[in-house]
């Protein structure tokens, strides 16, 4: 079998000829041929197979391919299929069921992405030029359960090898050597407090205990965000404006900068810049959830702002260590390896409900697939793929048609058109919800 299809080929330039035409006799292609065997190399770079699986696993691999001709199509929407399918060499078109199509190379980060990863298709995927795609068996994506149970026990992951920072960090933590930060004193109160019990009159007291969470809680409710008819002056018609639920979130989520202390520039410039990363996907979380109306937006907010919680031990932990003892590229291999699994043990130890405890590790994976109807999860990563999308690394995306979470969407809520509007629409609330949770 000749592999040259791995290898860099340059684009071929623009053609101005029209798309090739759909040939239903040529669709979805058996693969019932014999398995093929690919490098262990190119396997480890797809997503999110090469995440899943060690070397060992990747080499044992049952992998069928197929090729198809310009025009061809290599599946239709609606059909059903067994099989993970990447684009291995050439280009195709993936429409959808308006007639829209985006293109997707073999020479791009997108082909490291599946075209179709669930059981039906959602897309119909095209020839435009001579195609080879792979088939690997679906049942990998139902493996990994990390992405859909909280970790019992935290543990290293392969890929990180001999990174002694990292190995340093795990053997600190699970000898009981590092302090995970705990939320401040009132918003632990706040998240405790059965108002079933004590009312919403004592609820109130127990904000005020605190009067600069008590202001901060004001000057939000009256912010753009909210936009009341009439200023709110206390506590009291802040709480019954936003609702109890409401209240609680937004007070452990402006509660939470408090945690990012450092003690060198470097560190604290990292910290800053992950709580501004976090906010962002907050405030996105919020528009979605209201755009989308599945999700309460207001814990939405909060699961934006917890998604990358698990940065905070690590770059404290990096904080605490002599400049010289670790390299920066050590932390910067660690965190997206660690991050996720050790944000849903904050989560857990922090006594948050279980559908927040599980966005850490959920939100890590473009494909990660927790339930069959759009949750929580699915809001944070769809925020998470817009916050990306307004920045210069766009290019390292999926196709948005692609993920689990935008095929859990009603018909036109969302678009890849409309995705551009929707942070166009979002930039002025997420400048106020920034200034609300970074001043």
């Keep these: 079998m000749d592999w040259s299809f791995f290898k860099k080929k340059p684009l071929p330039p623009p053609s101005n000829k029209t798309e090739p035409s759909h040939q239903e006799e040529n669709q979805d292609k058996t693969t019932s041929g014999p398995d093929i065997s690919v490098p262990v190399s190119y396997l480890k770079r797809l997503i999110p197979v090469g995440q899943y699986l060690d070397d060992a696993a990747l080499k044992h691999l049952k992998i069928k391919s197929c090729q198809f001709n310009p025009g061809m199509v290599i599946f239709s929407s609606g059909k059903e299929t067994d099989s993970i399918i990447y684009l291995a060499s050439g280009e195709a078109y993936l429409e959808v069921n308006n007639g829209n199509a985006q293109m997707v190379s073999s020479d791009t980060m997108k082909a490291l992405y599946p075209l179709s990863s669930e059981r039906f298709h959602h897309l119909t995927a095209i020839a435009k030029s001579q195609v080879t795609v792979l088939y690997l068996p679906r049942t990998l994506l139902k493996q990994p359960q990390s992405a859909n149970k909280l970790p019992a026990k935290l543990k290293i992951n392969e890929t990180l090898g001999q990174n002694v920072f990292a190995h340093q960090f795990m053997d600190n933590l699970t000898q009981g050597k590092l302090n995970i930060p705990n939320l401040p004193d009132v918003a632990v109160k706040i998240r405790q407090a059965n108002t079933d019990t004590i009312g919403i009159a004592e609820f109130v007291k127990l904000i005020n205990l605190d009067p600069v969470i008590a202001a901060k809680l004001i000057q939000v409710v009256n912010s753009p965000v909210y936009r009341p008819i009439s200023p709110i002056t206390n506590c009291l018609d802040a709480v019954n404006r936003l609702g109890i639920s409401a209240t609680r979130n937004l007070i452990t989520a402006l509660t939470m900068k408090n945690l990012i202390k450092s003690r060198t520039p470097l560190m604290k410039k990292r910290m800053q810049e992950a709580w501004v990363q976090s906010v962002k996907v907050s405030s996105l979380s919020y528009i979605l959830a209201k755009l989308i109306n599945k999700v309460d937006p207001e814990e939405a907010l909060l699961a934006g702002l917890v998604h990358n919680i698990g940065i905070l031990p690590i770059l404290i932990y990096a904080d605490s260590l002599p400049a010289e003892s670790y390299l920066i ?84 809520i969302l678009s890849p058109d409309l995705s551009l509007q929707i942070l166009l629409d979002a930039k002025q609330q997420i400048s106020e919800t920034m200034k609300l949770f970074t001043g």
């Design 329 to 412: 590229s050590e932390l910067d291999e660690a965190i997206p390896e660690i991050q996720g699994q050790l944000g849903s043990y904050m989560l857990e130890k922090w006594q948050f409900p279980d559908s927040l405890k599980r966005v850490p590790v959920s939100s890590e994976n473009w494909f990660n697939n927790t339930s069959d109807s759009l949750d929580i999860n699915d809001v944070v990563v769809l925020a998470k793929f817009h916050n990306i999308l307004a920045s210069q690394k766009k290019g390292e995306l999926p196709l948005i048609n692609t993920l689990p979470a935008f095929q859990k969407l009603e018909k036109k």
